[in-house]
């Protein structure tokens, strides 16, 4: 698998996906916010709906959808592999010592699920025995679950010359990246190809031993040439450089946009404020477009004796409109709500704007976006909808519950090259 996109809306060929399980049971109304829910949701109903999307970018596309939780237990037959994630996984809780004597009674798919959903005091203590867990109570995490993992946007992105390991903001959602990285460094299907370009070698780690943040739902694949990203509530100026020095490195992406968010919950990513569905067509929440004035170029101005990238950086005090505008002719804007403001906030919020695109001018939304919805269709787009009850109560949307891996080549045509 060739790991690099150089568009966003190219025909999907795979794509990585998390059917969300047990981790979501683990949701109380004591811990829906520090989990970064908000609400519980109704699992059952939840897979079938997630069930419902992989079929129809499946059926729509014929794209491999691969499973996270498959591959997951592909990599953990390897001891070595096993026995670093428990060690990491138990360490929040201070319990490392007891990784051994934990996986020799687990089977593989056992320790999967138990990354996946947490393990709880007295679920381990009816398999094993050992002083540390009588300190605790009961309906303590030995391991904590990851409910965000079904965002598999997050925690890893493919970009034009490589893969971005993803520094999570969140506590609880850290572990995504260890399991990710471990998948993309040891399985077959992508150690080959997997060219991890951040954190690399440069990367300044904090004295708490983590880097920069930076999360896939603020990184876009604008056009062949550039790569805007979102300094928002989860991703730092710092990330934003060290990855732009990377990226610009072999002169194929010219610039690189760093998008000034508000740090507000619905400005969570960049994705949450607009998605690229074609080569001029972008669907975007009408209050970001002026909530948003502030975006700095990076570009290449030459390398250091080291061969590293020197970065020039240009302030654009303009509306994310304008610099959308001029970097992409004769764009073309679609509204979530379809121009009714009520509908615009409401439907923004359910992630109106955050559609997966599957090919040029086709996408999957949610059908309770009713008004976009509509708004896309008249655009001539392609709108392929599936249920959203449930998934949408984590604050996510279809670009969020998908990684995608590889899509066609695009063939980008040359006088819709904007300014820049
Ligand atoms: N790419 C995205 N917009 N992802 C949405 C992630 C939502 C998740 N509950 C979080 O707060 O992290």
């Known amino acids: 698998m060739n ?27 004591y811990n829906v916010h520090e989990f970064l829910f908000e609400d519980m949701p109704y699992l059952e109903i939840m897979q079938r709906e997630h069930d419902e999307f992989r079929s129809l970018i499946k059926g729509a596309t014929g794209a491999t959808v691969y499973r996270l939780h498959e591959l997951l237990i592909e990599v953990l037959i ?7 994630a428990f060690k990491i996984a138990l360490s929040d809780a201070k319990l490392q010592h007891l990784a051994e004597d934990i996986i020799v009674r687990f089977s593989t798919a056992e320790c999967a699920n138990a990354l996946l959903a947490g393990v709880k005091v007295r679920e381990l203590k009816r398999r094993m025995n050992h002083r540390s867990l009588d300190e605790m109570s ?52 992508f150690k080959e190809n997997a060219k991890i370009i951040y954190p690399n070698e440069h990367t300044q780690q904090r004295p708490d031993g983590t880097f920069p943040c930076i999360e896939g739902g603020d990184i876009i694949v604008l056009t062949d040439k550039a790569l805007a990203i979102g300094n928002s509530e989860r991703t730092d100026s710092e990330a934003i450089m060290e990855v732009a020095k990377q990226v610009l490195k072999n002169g194929k992406v010219e610039r690189v946009y760093e998008v000034l968010l508000p740090k507000k919950r619905n400005f969570m990513h960049l994705d949450t404020v607009f998605t690229i569905i074609d080569e001029n067509l972008v669907v975007t929440y009408p209050d970001a477009l002026q909530n948003v004035l502030e975006t700095r170029v990076h570009r290449k101005e030459g390398v250091d004796e080291n061969g590293n990238v020197i970065l020039s950086t240009e302030v654009l005090k303009e509306s994310l409109l304008s610099t959308l505008r001029n970097e992409i002719d004769y764009l073309e804007i679609i509204e979530t709500g379809n121009g009714n403001p009520e509908y615009a906030s409401r439907e923004q919020w359910f992630d109106g704007a955050n559609v997966f695109a599957i ?62």
């Not at 995490?141 to 990851?146: A, D, E, L």
């Not at 520094?167 to 399991?179: C, D, G, I, N, W």
Request: net charge positive; glycine share 6%.
């Open 138 to 189: 009961d309906n303590e995490f030995v391991i904590s679950p990851n409910p965000n993992f079904y965002f598999m946007r997050d925690a890893a992105a493919v970009i034009q010359n490589g893969v971005i390991s993803c520094q999570m903001k969140h506590p609880a959602r850290r572990r995504e990246t260890l399991a990710l990285r471990m998948i993309y460094e040891n399985h077959p299907l």
């Open 78 to 84: 390897d001891d070595a592999l096993l026995l670093n």
């Open 3 to 29: 790991l690099r996109l150089n568009s966003e809306f190219g025909t999907l060929k795979a794509v990585l996906m998390h059917r969300p399980g047990r981790e979501i049971d683990r949701l109380t109304p």
């Open 359 to 420: 090919g040029p001018r086709r996408v999957i939304s949610y059908n309770r976006n009713k008004y976009t919805n509509r708004a896309l269709r008249e655009a001539g787009v392609e709108v392929l909808q599936i249920p959203s009850s449930e998934l949408s109560r984590g604050l996510g949307g279809p670009r969020c519950m998908t990684m995608a891996l590889d899509r066609q080549d695009f063939h980008w045509t040359p006088s819709l090259s904007g300014r820049y």
